[in-house]
Each structure stands twice: as C-alpha cells, then as structure tokens.
C-alpha cells in the first residue's frame, strides 16, 4: 500500500508564497514522475508541473517562472514553490506519483488527498 501525505496549504496575500510538500510511503519499489495538478471550484483539475527520476521537469505555462518543482528521492518527496502567488492560483493542489510497489509488476498511478491553497487578493 502507497500513501501520499501533502502539506503546505493555507492563505496567502496576492504576491506572497508558499511551500507544498509530498511524500510518499509504503512498499516502494521505485518512483517514476512525481508532480502537482490543482482544481478550482466549478473547473477540471490541471497540470501544474512535474518532474522525473532524473530530474526533468514541465511546468503548466500559467506557471512557468513563478513555480518551481523540485524532489528528494532519497526521502521520496516532492515540493513545489510558489512565488508570486495570484488570487487565481487559488485551488486544491493534489499531489501525484508513479510508482512501481515491491509487490506490483508494474507502475500505478497514486494521488494524495490535496491540499487548499487560497490567495487573497
């Protein structure tokens, strides 16, 4: 069994930032992309930024330049830095994985249970 834990949510003021983490734990065998998709009331939930094993990332253009993803993957976590945070940034910010267990033969795909991020304008 995998479970992602995020933390990091809360209110911000409109330009401030905030720091999102995830780890993942349970019968790990290995990680593959990690990464952070959000959901405000009423829209789809979308892509905000992932990011490999090996370090490669992809940022929602929305984003680019603001946020920055980043992984430990000797603590099986990832985070996710937000600067200049707008009051449009406000959703749910789920966090995701793919990872392959001890007892699985191949990759599932995991989520955590999200986090609210709000910014006041």
């Known amino acids: 069994q995998v479970q992602l834990v995020e933390s990091g949510g809360g209110l911000v003021q409109a330009g401030g930032s905030l720091r999102l983490s995830c780890a993942a734990s349970?019968?790990?065998?290995?990680?593959?992309?990690m990464g952070w998709y959000r959901q405000a009331p009423g829209k789809k939930r979308e892509l905000v930024a992932t990011?490999?094993?090996?370090?490669?990332?992809d940022y929602a253009d929305s984003v680019k330049g603001r946020f920055t993803v980043s992984r430990d993957n000797a603590k099986n976590t990832v985070y996710l830095q937000m600067n200049s945070l707008k009051p449009e940034d406000t959703a749910v910010y789920y966090c995701?994985?793919?990872?392959?267990?001890?007892?699985?033969?191949?990759?599932?795909?995991?989520w955590g249970q999200g986090t609210q991020v709000t910014v006041s304008s």
């Open positions: 349970g019968s790990i065998f290995s990680i593959n992309t």
């Open positions: 995701n994985a793919r990872i392959k267990t001890a007892q699985a033969a191949y990759m599932g795909n995991y």
């Open positions: 990011i490999t094993s090996g370090g490669t990332t």
